[in-house]
C-alpha cells in the first residue's frame, strides 16, 4: 500500500470539513428546536446494538445493509446500525413504555454496507421524527407535516413535490389471490419497476381471476394527480372493500396538505412498495428538482411494536442531514472572527471572556507563529489603545 492510499476513504464514505460542518450543525439545531416546539423529544441511541434487536421486524433489505461484527465480551454478533427507526421503536416499547402517544426524534449517523443509489452516501447523517400509540390518519398527517414544515424552513429554494402513497391497496390484492412467496416476490419486483410487458407475462402464468389480474395491471398505472383516488376508488373499492379505508387515509392527508401547504404538488403513486416488508400503510416521500432522490421519507409502520413484545402503532420519517444541508441556503453564521494577541494582562483576558459571551468567535494568536489575521479566519482583531482594548479591522 502506497503512502498515498492509506489516507483515503473507503468509496461512498465521506467527512464533512469546517465550511459544511458548521452548515449541517446549523440546520441540525434549527430542526431539533422545530421537533422540540411540536412535542418531539430527543433520543440519542447507541451505534451498536445486537444484531436481533437492531433487526427485529425490518425485514431482510435493512440485514443486508448492516454492518456485522462480534462482541468480544460475549461471542454474539453485533451490528452497526444502517437506520435509527428500529432502535426509537425499542425506546419507545421497552425503556420508556408509556402508555399514551409518545413523540421521539434523534439525528444520528448511520452506516450501510452499500449505497441505496449513486447520489447517497454510504454514511448517512440521518435526522427524523417517530410518532408511537395512535393508530388513526391524523397521526399520519401531523408526521408529514412536520416532514414539510421542516423541509420549508431550511429554506431550498425549489418547489417540494409529496409523493404519496398506499401499502394496503397491494396487501388487500395479494391476499385475495392467495399468491405463494415467490410469486409475490417477482410481482413486486416488477410493480417496482413498472415493467408492464414482464407484468403481463407473469400474471399470465398465474392461477388468477381477469378481475384479478386486470387490478394488478391497473394498479402499476394509478399515478398522477388528485384524480388518482377516484379512479381507483371506481375501479378496485368494489370488489376489494377493505381498500376503501386507505383511500379514505390517502384523501385525508391530500385534503391537510393542500390546505396547509399549499404551495407543496401532490402526486400519488398507488403501486409504489417503497419499504413493503416494513410499511403497514400510507407511505410517502419529498422531492425537489434537482435532486432524483427523496430528500426525506417515511409511512406507518404499526408492526414493529409486536416484534418487540409491545404492539404499538406508529408513523414517522427520515431524511440524509448531509443532503438537505447540501440543498438548502446557507444557515450556518458566516461572521468572521477576532484574532486577539498572544499573551496579555487581565484586562484582556476579561475582554475577551466579554466577547465570547457576546456570541463573537475570538481566536487567540500563538507565540513564534507567523499568520495573518484573514489566514486565521479573522475579519477583525483586538487592539489596545488608550489603555482600553478595542476591536478594529483586521489589516
Given at each position: 500500500?502506497s503512502i498515498?492510499?492509506r489516507w483515503?476513504?473507503?468509496?461512498g464514505?465521506?467527512?464533512?470539513?469546517?465550511?459544511?460542518?458548521?452548515q449541517?450543525?446549523?440546520?441540525r439545531?434549527?430542526?431539533?428546536?422545530?421537533?422540540?416546539?411540536?412535542g418531539?423529544?430527543?433520543?440519542?441511541?447507541p451505534?451498536?446494538?445486537?444484531?436481533?434487536?437492531?433487526?427485529?421486524g425490518?425485514?431482510?433489505?435493512l440485514?443486508?445493509?448492516?454492518?456485522?461484527?462480534?462482541?468480544?465480551?460475549?461471542?454474539?454478533?453485533?451490528?452497526?446500525?444502517?437506520?435509527?427507526?428500529p432502535q426509537?421503536?425499542?425506546?419507545?416499547?421497552?425503556?420508556l413504555?408509556?402508555?399514551?402517544?409518545?413523540?421521539?426524534?434523534?439525528?444520528?449517523?448511520?452506516?450501510?454496507?452499500v449505497?441505496a443509489?449513486?447520489?447517497?452516501?454510504?454514511?448517512?447523517?440521518?435526522?427524523?421524527?417517530?410518532?408511537?400509540?395512535?393508530?388513526?390518519?391524523d397521526s399520519?398527517i401531523e408526521?408529514?407535516?412536520?416532514?414539510l414544515?421542516?423541509?420549508?424552513?431550511v429554506?431550498l429554494g425549489?418547489?417540494?413535490?409529496?409523493d404519496?402513497?398506499h401499502?394496503?391497496i397491494?396487501?388487500a390484492?395479494?391476499?385475495q389471490?392467495e399468491?405463494?412467496d415467490?410469486?409475490?416476490?417477482?410481482?413486486f419486483?416488477l410493480?417496482?419497476k413498472?415493467?408492464?410487458?414482464?407484468?403481463?407475462a407473469?400474471?399470465?402464468?398465474?392461477?388468477?381471476?381477469?378481475?384479478?389480474?386486470?387490478?394488478?395491471?391497473?394498479?402499476?398505472r394509478?399515478?398522477?394527480?388528485?384524480?388518482?383516488?377516484?379512479?381507483a376508488?371506481?375501479?378496485l373499492?368494489?370488489?376489494?372493500?377493505s381498500i376503501a379505508?386507505?383511500?379514505?387515509?390517502?384523501d385525508?392527508?391530500?385534503e391537510?396538505v393542500?390546505?396547509?401547504?399549499?404551495?407543496?404538488s401532490?402526486?400519488?403513486?398507488?403501486?409504489?412498495?417503497?419499504?413493503?416488508?416494513?410499511?403497514t400503510?400510507?407511505?410517502?416521500?419529498?422531492?425537489?428538482?434537482?435532486?432524483?432522490?427523496?430528500?426525506?421519507?417515511?409511512?406507518?409502520?404499526d408492526?414493529?411494536?409486536?416484534?418487540f413484545g409491545?404492539?404499538?402503532?406508529?408513523?414517522?420519517?427520515?431524511?440524509?442531514?448531509?443532503?438537505?444541508?447540501?440543498?438548502?441556503?446557507?444557515h450556518?453564521?458566516r461572521r468572521?472572527a477576532i484574532?486577539?494577541?498572544?499573551?496579555?494582562?487581565?484586562?484582556?483576558?476579561?475582554?475577551?471572556s466579554?466577547l465570547?459571551?457576546?456570541g463573537e468567535?475570538?481566536?487567540?494568536?500563538?507565540?513564534?507563529?507567523?499568520?495573518?489575521?484573514?489566514?486565521?479566519g479573522?475579519?477583525?482583531?483586538?487592539?489596545?489603545r488608550?489603555?482600553?482594548?478595542?476591536v478594529?479591522?483586521a489589516?
Amino acid at each position: 500500500m502506497s503512502i498515498a492510499d492509506r489516507w483515503l476513504l473507503p468509496d461512498g464514505v465521506n467527512e464533512i470539513l469546517p465550511q459544511q460542518a458548521r452548515q449541517v450543525e446549523a440546520l441540525r439545531r434549527k430542526l431539533v428546536d422545530l421537533f422540540d416546539s411540536w412535542g418531539y423529544d430527543l433520543v440519542m441511541p447507541p451505534m451498536i446494538e445486537y444484531l436481533e434487536s437492531l433487526l427485529t421486524g425490518t425485514g431482510n433489505d435493512l440485514a443486508l445493509n448492516t454492518f456485522k461484527v462480534t462482541d468480544q465480551l460475549t461471542g454474539r454478533m453485533m451490528g452497526l446500525r444502517a437506520d435509527t427507526t428500529p432502535q426509537v421503536a425499542r425506546i419507545d416499547a421497552h425503556s420508556l413504555n408509556r402508555q399514551g402517544p409518545t413523540r421521539l426524534c434523534y439525528v444520528n449517523s448511520v452506516l450501510h454496507t452499500v449505497p441505496a443509489n449513486m447520489l447517497t452516501s454510504r454514511s448517512p447523517m440521518q435526522i427524523g421524527a417517530e410518532l408511537y400509540g395512535h393508530a388513526g390518519v391524523d397521526s399520519d398527517i401531523e408526521v408529514i407535516s412536520l416532514m414539510l414544515e421542516a423541509l420549508t424552513q431550511v429554506e431550498l429554494g425549489q418547489p417540494l413535490t409529496l409523493d404519496l402513497g398506499h401499502v394496503g391497496i397491494y396487501r388487500a390484492l395479494v391476499e385475495q389471490a392467495e399468491l405463494r412467496d415467490d410469486d409475490q416476490t417477482e410481482l413486486f419486483t416488477l410493480l417496482q419497476k413498472k415493467s408492464l410487458t414482464e407484468l403481463d407475462a407473469l400474471l399470465a402464468q398465474l392461477q388468477l381471476s381477469e378481475s384479478q389480474r386486470e387490478a394488478f395491471r391497473l394498479l402499476a398505472r394509478l399515478n398522477g394527480g388528485r384524480d388518482t383516488i377516484e379512479q381507483a376508488r371506481q375501479a378496485l373499492q368494489q370488489d376489494y372493500p377493505s381498500i376503501a379505508a386507505a383511500l379514505d387515509d390517502l384523501d385525508a392527508i391530500a385534503e391537510a396538505v393542500a390546505t396547509r401547504f399549499p404551495q407543496v404538488s401532490l402526486y400519488f403513486d398507488l403501486g409504489e412498495l417503497r419499504g413493503y416488508n416494513y410499511h403497514t400503510g400510507a407511505v410517502f416521500a419529498v422531492y425537489v428538482p434537482t435532486f432524483g432522490q427523496p430528500l426525506a421519507k417515511g409511512g406507518r409502520y404499526d408492526e414493529i411494536g409486536k416484534d418487540f413484545g409491545r404492539a404499538r402503532p406508529a408513523t414517522g420519517f427520515s431524511g440524509d442531514l448531509k443532503v438537505i444541508a447540501e440543498l438548502a441556503i446557507d444557515h450556518a453564521d458566516r461572521r468572521g472572527a477576532i484574532l486577539a494577541p498572544v499573551g496579555g494582562d487581565k484586562e484582556l483576558a476579561d475582554k475577551i471572556s466579554a466577547l465570547r459571551g457576546q456570541g463573537e468567535r475570538v481566536v487567540r494568536a500563538l507565540p513564534d507563529v507567523s499568520c495573518s489575521a484573514q489566514e486565521q479566519g479573522c475579519d477583525r482583531q483586538l487592539i489596545l489603545r488608550d489603555n482600553v482594548w478595542d476591536v478594529v479591522a483586521a489589516e
